[in-house]
């Protein structure tokens, strides 16, 4: 039983490492995830289901019943695929539940990310000598250099950065907590190298949630001051970031105005809030997969954008909702939306008391809001391991209490 225990350990330690490398091959994690399947009945315990008895995961079970009764009884049999990758978030939560007074899964998961960062690095440095230039606002190769899609990839350095800093907490190690502050600034810089918006901003808000939790008056103000003098710098002097909110497109004059058309989410909400206006949206939604074509019709009639070139690309792109909880709202009606609500609120609830376990939730909150991170199988293994990690942190900060 315990040479069971160990190979378990390791393997989901491996599934957590290679999470971050998901673009390479979706099939590699769910290989490691069907022998961590195999192995589930010989390492659990009675007493490690307990952690499935709490609201929050009854909620998650409530919003999954939901999701299969309308594919039921509105025979939306085309949405059985969008469940598959919910299904994913149970799963992964319940494989984890030997292991959760284990820091392993979160080690695991930040030297892959650390791995990700580094060959990322080595991309970049030899992108700029190639190319001689730092263009990094936009470009087809840019998710090539860094391994994956830029709002997914900074997501993961977001999380890798405040993880790395909840493990300096039980380092007695002086030189090693060093390296792990070291790494978690590191994580950050590579943030703002790769112009991600969303992470930048996510990593942001959470670190200004900071002062709400430390102790030391004089520290939590040394913090804000540092975030309100550091922010506008990173916009000022990053030529990267700031054509992000023009999408690469150089402007003879910028404006707030050309910033928000140039914005995907801008023409986007607009076609959502067009549809979400209709009773039968409302009531029951229009499917998961049917509202990703009622947004493409939407862009192929709306006025407002700046060209036609960029009417087309949104047609062509098909973008969906870029917000999880417009896109509950749209394909399963205000009942679907209030009930992840309701799951998004108990996460928040629960994870107040403790900052690391909070910036976990902030972070996929944030994510949530702007982009449909449960639409991908990486995006639904990211939640659910967040969800592992968050309960691990949960545990650890209990017992010091």
């Not at 229009?286 to 009639?301: H, I």
């Amino acid at each position: 039983m315990k040479h069971f225990q160990k190979y378990y350990t390791i393997l989901f330690c491996a599934f957590c490492f290679i999470i971050p490398f998901t673009d390479f091959g979706e099939a590699l994690p769910n290989i490691v995830l069907l022998v961590n399947v195999v192995l589930f009945p010989f390492v659990v315990k009675k007493e490690d289901f307990q952690f499935l008895n709490t609201r929050l995961f009854k909620l998650g079970i409530v919003f999954l019943v939901f999701i299969l009764f309308q594919i039921l009884f509105l025979q939306r049999w085309e949405d059985f695929s969008f469940l598959n990758k919910l299904l994913i978030i149970p799963a992964v939560f319940i494989l984890s539940l030997p292991l959760k007074n284990s820091k392993i899964p979160i080690l695991g998961f930040v030297f892959g990310a650390l791995v990700l960062s580094l060959v990322t690095s080595f991309n970049i440095v030899q992108y700029v000598y190639k190319s001689g230039e730092f263009n990094f606002a936009v470009g087809e190769g840019i998710n090539q250099i860094l391994l994956g899609d830029r709002p997914y990839v900074g997501f993961i350095y977001v999380i890798s950065t405040f993880l790395t800093l909840y493990l300096t907490q039980f380092q007695k190690s002086r030189v090693l907590k060093k390296i792990l502050y070291v790494l978690a600034a590191f994580f950050a810089v590579l943030i703002i190298i790769i112009s991600a918006r969303l992470a930048l901003l996510s990593l942001i808000v959470i670190a200004g949630c900071s002062v709400f939790y430390l102790r030391k008056k004089l520290i939590s103000a040394i913090v804000l001051i540092g975030l309100v003098l550091v922010t506008p710098s990173v916009f000022y002097f990053n030529q990267n970031l700031q054509d992000r909110f023009f999408m690469g497109f150089e402007q003879q004059e910028s404006s707030i105005e050309k910033a928000m058309k140039m914005e995907p989410r801008y023409h986007i909400w607009n076609c959502v809030s067009v549809i979400g206006q209709e009773t039968k949206t409302f009531l029951i939604g229009t499917g998961f997969r049917k509202s990703e074509q009622r947004l493409t019709d939407c862009y192929a009639q709306k006025n407002g954008f700046i060209n036609d070139e960029q009417q087309n690309w949104f047609v062509d792109s098909q973008f969906n909702t870029h917000n999880q909880f417009f896109n509950f709202y749209i394909s399963s009606g205000i009942l679907g939306l209030l009930i992840f609500l309701a799951f998004s609120i108990e996460w928040g609830i629960k994870s107040r008391k403790d900052y690391f376990q909070f910036a976990v939730f902030m972070a996929v909150f944030l994510f949530c809001f702007m982009e449909n991170i449960l639409s991908r199988q990486l995006g639904a293994m990211l939640f659910g391991l967040m969800l592992v990690f968050n309960q691990i942190i949960k545990n650890h900060s209990d017992k010091e209490v």
